[in-house]
């Protein structure tokens, strides 16, 4: 059924949730901006930008027919891998911290990792909605999946970014489950993963560290010591917006990688658990309308851009809650950054136009 109107529920949710994303980069940046030279609300009118920008991205695509987006899967992939490739090149690829993993634009960066989760997903799910009997074979089953996920996640991989390169496995993963591969059929691969997963974790000694840190082998983690203790002083209201001690230069990456703790800090567990509800609510309602998808792509492509969601909000708050090792994942919708953030929104585009063609309020 076509009612011709966008999940109002699903969209409000998302945009409450870019809303607390721009106070909180506020907040969390507003010392560390003035300290360096520039105005305290200099990351704030970025981070605002960015979601203006993302959310006209989402409004121009949620009125485009998601079946069209078919017709780009390939270039689409061609593009991030191309992206990929350009920004391990020394002079093109903007260098931060040891790791090249941006695209200056003058006017601002470009991250292709950003760009290669959705490319991946669109791509499988057009491959999958096409011809799914590639599941069965083992051979094309390579070629057209496994291949292009293994170069898209390795070139990630080596920028070095483990994390993105994860994140975009877990997209396409989710596409392969939601498709229905077989365990057995997809198990050697899995299992190739994870090998090549310690491989780069030993490879690269500051890797092992964090992780030997978190098993309690090794000294402790400044960051999430710091995270904790955001936390604590949170207790149960927190201290109020813009009150938090963090900002103080004391966690580093609090605007980003860390901002679910600056909003334990100052808003408490109260502010915590009304966060967790919206991305609770929106991968719900996204579920919801996968369900009733009006056909194989729409459906693999929701529930994948779902599973995607809530992989980057589980990893970000398990690291700042210290659930898990120290990881660099953008909380959604949330976290600073101008590629993650457009991204995020153009993700949702389609899947606003799906719910146009779904009715929720009926049952199958």
Same mark, same amino acid.
């Given at each position: 059924?076509?009612?011709?109107?966008?999940?109002?529920?699903?969209?409000?949710?998302?945009?409450?949730?870019?809303?607390?994303?721009?106070?909180?980069?506020?907040?969390?940046?507003?010392? =560390?901006?003035?300290?360096?030279?520039?105005?305290?609300?200099?990351?704030?009118?970025?981070?605002?930008?960015?979601?203006?920008?993302?959310?006209?991205?989402?409004?121009?695509?949620?009125?485009?027919?998601?079946?069209?987006?078919?017709?780009?899967?390939?270039?689409?992939?061609?593009?991030?891998?191309?992206?990929?490739?350009?920004?391990?090149?020394?002079?093109?690829?903007?260098?931060?911290?040891?790791?090249?993993?941006?695209?200056?634009?003058?006017?601002?960066?470009?991250?292709?990792?950003?760009?290669?989760?959705?490319?991946?997903?669109?791509?499988?799910?057009?491959?999958?909605?096409?011809?799914?009997?590639?599941?069965?074979?083992?051979?094309?089953?390579?070629?057209?999946?496994?291949?292009?996920?293994?170069?898209?996640?390795?070139?990630?991989?080596?920028?070095?970014?483990?994390?993105?390169?994860?994140?975009?496995?877990?997209?396409?993963?989710?596409?392969?489950?939601?498709?229905?591969?077989?365990?057995?059929? +997809?198990?050697?691969?899995?299992?190739?993963?994870?090998?090549?997963?310690?491989?780069?974790?030993?490879? =690269?000694?500051?890797?092992?560290?964090?992780?030997?840190?978190?098993?309690?082998?090794?000294?402790?983690?400044?960051?999430?010591?710091?995270?904790?203790?955001?936390?604590?002083?949170?207790?149960?209201?927190?201290?109020?917006?813009?009150?938090?001690?963090?900002?103080?230069? +004391?966690?580093?990456?609090?605007?980003?990688?860390?901002?679910?703790?600056?909003?334990? =800090?100052?808003?408490?567990?109260?502010?915590?658990?009304?966060?967790?509800?919206?991305?609770? +609510?929106?991968?719900?309602?996204?579920?919801?309308?996968?369900?009733?998808?009006?056909?194989? +792509?729409?459906?693999?492509?929701?529930?994948?851009?779902?599973?995607?969601?809530?992989?980057?909000?589980?990893?970000?708050?398990?690291?700042?809650?210290?659930?898990?090792?120290?990881?660099?994942?953008?909380?959604?919708?949330?976290?600073?950054?101008?590629?993650?953030?457009?991204?995020?929104?153009?993700?949702?585009?389609?899947?606003?136009?799906?719910?146009?063609?779904?009715?929720?309020?009926?049952?199958?």
């Amino acid at each position: 059924m076509n009612t011709g109107k966008i999940d109002r529920p699903f969209l409000m949710a998302l945009l409450m949730l870019a809303g607390i994303g721009v106070i909180m980069v506020f907040s969390a940046s507003m010392y =560390e901006s003035t300290m360096s030279g520039e105005k305290g609300y200099a990351l704030f009118l970025k981070q605002l930008l960015f979601v203006i920008i993302g959310v006209i991205v989402m409004a121009f695509m949620s009125t485009v027919d998601y079946r069209k987006y078919k017709r780009y899967y390939a270039i689409g992939l061609a593009i991030s891998v191309f992206l990929l490739i350009i920004v391990l090149i020394p002079g093109i690829g903007v260098k931060v911290n040891d790791a090249r993993r941006w695209l200056d634009f003058k006017v601002t960066t470009f991250q292709p990792s950003e760009l290669a989760k959705v490319a991946g997903i669109l791509y499988f799910c057009t491959v999958l909605s096409k011809k799914p009997e590639i599941l069965k074979q083992p051979s094309p089953l390579f070629l057209y999946c496994i291949l292009p996920m293994g170069v898209i996640c390795g070139l990630t991989a080596i920028e070095p970014s483990l994390s993105a390169a994860l994140a975009i496995a877990m997209g396409m993963i989710g596409v392969l489950f939601f498709a229905g591969i077989r365990f057995k059929a +997809f198990l050697p691969y899995l299992g190739l993963g994870l090998m090549a997963v310690i491989g780069l974790m030993i490879a =690269e000694p500051w890797r092992l560290d964090r992780f030997n840190v978190f098993l309690g082998k090794g000294g402790y983690d400044y960051q999430i010591t710091q995270s904790l203790l955001a936390f604590g002083t949170g207790g149960f209201f927190g201290r109020g917006l813009g009150n938090g001690k963090q900002k103080f230069l +004391f966690l580093p990456e609090l605007q980003n990688d860390f901002i679910f703790a600056n909003i334990g =800090e100052e808003f408490g567990f109260i502010g915590c658990l009304l966060v967790l509800a919206l991305f609770a +609510f929106v991968i719900w309602r996204g579920f919801k309308i996968a369900q009733k998808a009006p056909d194989t +792509f729409s459906y693999l492509y929701t529930s994948s851009v779902m599973l995607l969601l809530a992989f980057q909000v589980l990893v970000n708050i398990g690291v700042a809650s210290a659930i898990i090792p120290v990881t660099g994942i953008a909380l959604p919708f949330i976290s600073a950054g101008g590629t993650s953030m457009v991204v995020i929104f153009a993700m949702m585009g389609p899947i606003l136009n799906i719910s146009r063609k779904v009715d929720l309020s009926k049952k199958r």
